[in-house]
């Protein structure tokens, strides 16, 4: 979560919100309130994942976000990549209001990543499944 030092993370029982230590021994409450100081950005970022595996170049054709809950707009950029060690080929930005659950695109890769971030400070969300609309292509 951003810039944020955590050595320990802990579920809290019963689906209270979980605890994290930092470097420093201070126990935080993660997911307390709505607001977040200063003006940073707030933002969750995927490691890259394989589309199909790998085996296939898979052609996106639509980003599905399940949005549990949340207040002003939710930002997604799709990143693809041929190979592993690549540089990224194609990015994609896609902006979404509290109401919107899917955006029509067209991305192709073997390879994934997803960041979600909120444009303003005050913004806040809860994300369950995301899910992509692809099929098999290949290279022209």
Do not use: C
């Amino acid at each position: 979560l951003g810039d944020w030092a955590r050595t320990t993370w802990v579920r809290a029982a019963n689906n209270d919100r979980p605890f994290a230590v930092d470097p420093e021994g201070t126990l935080w409450r993660h997911e307390e309130g709505t607001n977040r100081p200063g003006t940073s950005e707030a933002f969750l970022q995927s490691a890259p994942f394989d589309i199909d595996d790998g085996n296939n170049v898979m052609r996106i054709k639509r980003f599905v976000i399940d949005r549990m809950a949340g207040e002003g707009d939710l930002n997604a950029v799709l990143r693809t990549q041929r190979w592993a060690l690549d540089q990224v080929e194609a990015a994609k930005e896609l902006s979404f209001t509290p109401t919107e659950r899917y955006r029509d695109t067209r991305l192709s890769g073997r390879m994934m990543d997803v960041r979600l971030s909120a444009p303003t400070t005050s913004d806040w969300w809860r994300i369950g499944d995301l899910r992509v609309d692809m099929v098999t292509g290949g290279r022209r």
